[in-house]
């Protein structure tokens, strides 16, 4: 399966954009890793990701950094680090899109635990007995 071509890989860069932030504005470059962090621990502790964990600081650490073994979660993870981190960043003041942001955000994670927990699923061996 061939990848998605960005312009970039840089994970802060790609978060910066989906902020409406261009990467030469770096104002607020340490309250976005912290909160990218943030949401590298969060998926640690559901399972996802290096077990060690992962940390970036700066825009040199790009999404190939994050070892991932299963394209489809990647990308799903590129779609919810954004989202996630746009919450605690950037929260939307109108409640109808908050609610939204959030039904959005734990569906996301409902379904990263869940393909994370179906791939760690390990069909169970029958011996046959005579």
């Given at each position: 399966m061939a990848s998605i071509l960005l312009a970039t890989d840089s994970i802060l860069e790609q978060v910066k954009k989906v902020l409406g932030m261009d990467k030469a504005y770096t104002a607020f470059d340490i309250d976005?890793?912290?909160?990218?962090?943030?949401?590298?621990?969060?998926?640690?502790?559901?399972?996802?990701?290096?077990?060690?964990?992962?940390?970036?600081?700066?825009?040199?650490?790009?999404?190939?950094?994050?070892?991932?073994?299963?394209?489809?979660?990647?990308?799903?993870?590129?779609?919810?680090?954004?989202l996630k981190v746009r919450s605690m960043f950037d929260p939307p003041t109108n409640a109808n899109v908050a609610a939204a942001m959030t039904t959005a955000i734990d569906e996301m994670e409902f379904r990263l635990f869940v393909e994370e927990e179906n791939s760690r699923y390990v069909e169970p061996v029958v011996e046959e007995v005579l």
């Open positions: 976005i890793l912290i909160h990218i962090n943030t949401v590298f621990s969060n998926l640690t502790q559901m399972g996802i990701g290096p077990e060690i964990g992962f940390v970036i600081d700066g825009y040199d650490q790009v999404w190939t950094d994050f070892v991932m073994s299963d394209v489809k979660k990647t990308q799903q993870i590129k779609s919810y680090l954004p």
